[in-house]
């Protein structure tokens, strides 16, 4: 069986090698006759075709340069590999056309899905951002005041009322009224003469909310306090004529010489102070006057006196006015007073309303 192996490969030897021959002389008229371009290649061609490999059909008018070494694989399962060890054997087959198995070509990898990338988000700065304010907080309306002793007898209130922005309301304390209003947080500060050692303050709104404090002032005795207060602009004002002085003197207490707190903490005389201010609707006004009476260091006499000023706002109309005096020991006497003013020829002129209070007379202690 081996030597007719053998003579069919020197058959098929000598055949591939006139084959080739006859390939290489009539390469150029075969090449124009089938249309094959001519052209030298190298082949690997191992003996048996892998999965990565694929058969080609090399037509027979192909051109194999000489130097050019090729290995061809012959489709006989029972040709063994060393028997074709020599590249110069080529089976008769290949001029009739055999298969030669080339690798596959490099096929790129298929294309992976390009990961999406996401957009940055950045906010639009032109866009109109709608927030949602819904969120109801309750707030407690209730106005709520303190108070607290100062020097002199005095009483330092504070007003909170946060729903009563700029809202005027009215102070009562101790049967003296007068009119004030809240800043536009609803809040509101006031220093007043205290008229009881414990002094009951109370702020009101016109709707009928209020709040009310309590204060305890230990000085209180060492005072004596006269109230005048009235409605509206009445041009009523308290004068207080200290040690014999007359209008317009040193000694003559009124709104305008005042006089000051720590005169009044000195013993050396008395201290007026107006409270109230303009408000809508009914405007309450006062003025108080203080006298430090237990604290005098020698006798002094203090006229106390209601006067009006005659104007174009009052002259011809009635003017109501209220009259309160406290002594150091606690007890207050009041006096109302309704009255008709001038016809309007006297504008300019004062007015004495007598025996609205007591004058105080201080011995020498």
């Not at 000085?219 to 207060?229: E, K, M, P």
């Not at 007073?337 to 007591?358: H, K, R, S, W, Y």
Request: hydrophobic content about 45%; charged content about 15%.
């Amino acid at each position: 069986m081996a030597k007719i192996r053998k003579i069919g490969m020197a058959a098929g030897t000598f055949c591939a090698a006139l084959g080739i021959g006859f390939v290489m002389q009539n390469g150029d008229a075969l090449a124009s006759r089938f249309g094959v371009e001519t052209t030298s290649a190298t082949v690997r061609a191992p003996f048996a075709a892998t999965d990565s490999e694929q058969a080609v059909v090399i037509p027979a008018a192909l051109e194999v340069a000489e130097d050019t070494p090729v290995s061809i694989v012959i489709a006989d399962d029972e040709v063994e590999p060393d028997t074709v060890s020599d590249s110069s054997m080529v089976s008769p087959d290949v001029a009739q056309g055999s298969a030669l198995f080339l690798p596959n070509p490099i096929e790129p990898a298929p294309d992976q899905d390009t990961p999406e990338q996401l957009a940055a988000l950045e906010p639009d700065t032109e866009a109109d951002v709608q927030i949602d304010v819904s969120v109801v907080t309750d707030v407690d309306c209730s106005p709520l005041m303190t108070s607290s002793a100062s020097a002199a007898a005095m009483v330092e209130i504070t007003l909170s009322a946060p729903c009563y922005a700029d809202t005027a309301f009215t102070v009562h304390h101790q049967g003296m009224m007068f009119s004030s209003q809240t800043d536009s947080t609803g809040a509101a500060a006031l220093v007043i003469p205290a008229l009881a050692e414990v002094a009951v303050t109370i702020a009101a709104f016109e709707n009928g909310e209020g709040a009310v404090a309590t204060s305890v002032v230990p000085d209180f005795a060492d005072y004596d306090r006269a109230v005048l207060q009235w409605e509206g602009n009445s041009a009523l004002m308290l004068s207080a004529y200290e040690d014999g002085a007359n209008f317009g003197e040193q000694g003559h207490i009124t709104a305008t010489n005042p006089g000051n707190l720590e005169r009044l903490q000195a013993a050396e005389g008395g201290f007026l102070m107006r409270l109230g201010e303009p408000v809508a609707g009914k405007t309450m006004m006062a003025e108080v006057y203080s006298f430090p009476s237990t604290m005098a260091g020698g006798s002094t006499d203090v006229i106390l006196v209601a006067e009006v000023g005659i104007t174009a706002g009052n002259c011809g109309k009635d003017i109501n006015a209220q009259s309160l005096q406290v002594a150091p020991n606690g007890s207050t006497t009041a006096l109302d007073l309704t009255m008709t003013m001038p016809d309007c020829d006297a504008v300019g002129d004062f007015l004495i309303l007598q025996n609205m209070f007591e004058d105080l007379t201080i011995a020498l202690k």
